[in-house]
């Protein structure tokens, strides 16, 4: 009995001591949100194409995919989808059903987790690309977004390797009836036209943080004209024939060649960043100014629209009139859209410009050249007498 006391007290000695180190109770075991997602059985989506399930792979004419092995981020090849829309193609998509078809309780992982994925273009670079996402479930409902520039690596898309990262909560799923506890497949629907690479599609941690929120530091506009020329990053240029850099000596002079009474439509669009993608500061400046071009051909009401990073609305849209320009001999018409024109100039946010972009709705054939955004002291309404004044020529009243 004295030994078992002994013995007893030996204990309650040496932890006693001990507790002054280690407690059991002082640590906490509760899996971090970051712990959650890794242990999340079912993480890759695609890999390559010998570890990773996939349809909507064939061949049709509107949609071409291949496996290349060349250049690829994860396992031993990565995806390339070549695409244009027709009449005959409204739908063109592809399909993960990953986990050899296993529901998918993404549920828990919703407000921190995210699909990552690598992304690349073919050539070029732009600010949005025309491919959907969809997260659908066993009952056949679905769940779409999109890739947002602030969630892009280096907040561009061109020819690099960039990593992109959608939230699962970007999908909204119970607002649109998904039951994200039991999720089939992961669908991307591609529309329009565009060449991408993608690779290593797979869950992953991601922290909703609010600095992602505000735009960034904005570089201040210092003074005006913004010479909107081939220095600058653009997008929508050599789709087919549509829209091309001329070639003449005049920069940036690009060819306009639409026909909208196409059944097979062709690229309508095509824009311009004023500061590499990233914002700039335009809030002193924009009152007092104006875009500025020519077009050499047919006059066509161009649909203008200037874009925000952030802030709504996210765009300000206007459609050149004839009473924006003045034609002058030989077809050229010398043009100005004052930016107070724009419908809802005065709630954009300025201090995020980002790009301007321009879409053609009806036929044109013609040159767009020498674009500016440049200082304008005129009636916005009645921009032809400062054009006159700018620019002058024989005009064909």
């Known amino acids: 009995m004295k030994r078992l006391v002994s013995i007893g007290c030996a204990l309650v000695f040496l932890g006693c001591g001990s507790m002054e180190d280690v407690s059991l ?6 899996p971090t949100p970051e712990e959650r997602v890794l242990s999340f059985p079912h993480r890759t989506i695609f890999s390559d194409s010998d570890n990773s399930t996939m349809f909507g792979v064939k061949e049709h004419p509107c949609k071409r995919v291949a496996f290349i092995e060349e250049n690829s981020v994860e396992g031993k090849d990565h995806l390339a989808v070549e695409w244009t829309q027709t009449e005959s193609c409204r739908y063109i998509g592809m399909g993960f059903p990953w986990a050899n078809y296993a529901g998918k309780n993404l549920k828990s992982l919703e407000n921190i987790a995210a699909l990552q994925f690598q992304l690349r273009l073919e050539s070029g670079s732009v600010s949005k690309i025309p491919m959907f996402f969809a997260l659908v479930d066993y009952g056949g409902k679905q769940a779409s977004t999109k890739v947002n520039l602030l969630n892009v690596e280096g907040g561009k898309m061109d020819d690099t390797w960039r990593t992109v990262h959608i939230p699962i909560s970007s999908f909204h799923a119970s607002s649109k009836g998904v039951n994200l ?8 629907e591609f529309q329009r036209e565009g060449h991408v690479h993608l690779d ?26 913004i010479t909107l020329d081939e220095t600058k990053l653009w997008w929508g240029i050599g789709k087919r024939n549509t829209i091309q850099w001329s070639g003449s000596q005049d920069r940036g002079a690009l060819t306009l060649n639409y026909d909208n009474a196409r059944d097979d439509k062709d690229w309508n ?33 161009l ?34 859209v004052p930016i107070k024109s724009f419908s809802q100039f005065d709630r954009f946010n300025w201090r995020g410009s980002r790009e301007v972009r321009v879409t053609m709705n009806d036929d044109i054939q ?8 440049q200082e304008y002291r005129g009636n916005p309404d009645k921009p032809k007498r400062w054009i006159e004044r700018q620019f002058p020529c024989e005009c064909l009243r």
């Open 366 to 373: 013609a040159q767009f050249r020498n674009f500016q955004w």
């Open 303 to 336: 649909v203008f629209a200037i874009w925000s990073l952030t802030g709504a609305p996210r765009q300000i849209r206007k459609v050149l009139a004839k009473k924006d320009c003045v034609e002058c001999e030989g077809s050229v018409w010398k043009c100005a």
């Open 269 to 301: 669009s095509f824009g311009v960043a004023l500061n590499a993608w990233e914002p700039v500061d335009m809030s002193d400046v924009h009152s007092a100014s104006a875009l500025t071009f020519e077009l050499q051909g047919e006059f066509a009401p």
């Open 25 to 30: 109770y002082s640590e906490d075991l509760t």
């Open 181 to 188: 506890e039991n999720i089939k497949e992961l669908r991307i």
């Open 200 to 225: 290593d599609l797979k869950i992953v941690p991601f922290e909703h943080e609010t600095k992602k929120l505000p735009s960034r530091s904005s570089e201040v506009c210092q003074g005006l004209p």
